[in-house]
T-cell receptor
């Protein structure tokens, strides 16, 4: 069965610093991978997704993620953090539109 | 365009009372439908998902049940709420004729059992 592991429930960075949120997946075949963002008391919004093709995926708000099959990873990065990036981020996996499984989330804090 | 509606936004219910949360999707057909629960500090837990009318898969044994009486309607229910049922409940859909791979979420229902 597929699953995802997000390392670090909380990440703190200074404004302007690199953001790196880690996600590793477990699947017998390459799955579809997603990153979502959640602002307080709201639903989830898709940041980016990997299905097939280019392994470096660019998303909204300057975020990007790279699918690395050899490392079974799909880490989320942003070169320069902004205060508005403070939120909770979820990595998710699905096997060809089967059920969608989420990681436990990483709360990102951005300090001025 | 597709939209998802989930209500109510907030709900306070006494222990032992019934629950019914409703979710409807517009602008697509035959979507996969999901109910998730988000408890404080515990991420998103998949409760139920459905690939068609009357087809419900339960992921976690619990005090809740789900039904899909129509193609684009998904209902989460309980006969008697427990304190541990408190949390933030999210409905989502994916798939449909265009085969969207990502899930689209409702705004959530904050349930507090007192």
């Amino acid at each position: 069965a597929q699953s995802v592991t997000q390392l670090g429930s909380h990440v703190s960075v200074s404004e302007g610093a690199l953001v790196l949120l880690r996600c590793n997946y477990s699947s017998s075949v390459p799955p579809y991978l997603f990153w979502y963002v959640q602002y307080p008391n709201q639903g989830l919004q898709l940041l980016l997704k990997y299905t097939t093709g280019a392994t470096l995926v660019k998303g909204i708000n300057g975020f990007e993620a790279e699918f690395k099959k050899s490392e079974t990873s799909f880490h989320l990065t942003k070169p320069s953090a902004h205060m508005s990036d403070a939120a909770e981020y979820f990595c998710a996996v699905t096997l060809y539109t089967d059920k969608l499984i989420f990681g436990t989330g990483t709360r990102l804090q951005v300090f001025p | 365009s597709q939209t998802i509606h989930q209500w109510p936004a907030t709900l306070v219910q006494p222990v032992g009372s019934p629950l019914s949360l409703e979710c409807t999707v517009e602008g697509t057909s035959n979507p996969n439908l999901y109910w998730y629960r988000q408890a404080a500090g515990r991420g998103l837990q998949l409760l139920f998902y459905s690939v068609g009318i009357g087809q419900i898969s339960s992921e976690v044994p619990q005090n809740l049940s789900a039904s899909r009486p129509q193609d684009r309607q998904f209902i989460l229910s309980s006969k008697k709420l427990l304190l541990s049922d408190s949390g933030f409940y999210l409905c989502a859909w994916s798939g449909g004729p265009a085969g969207e791979t990502e899930a689209f979420f409702g705004q959530g229902t904050r349930l507090t059992v007192v």
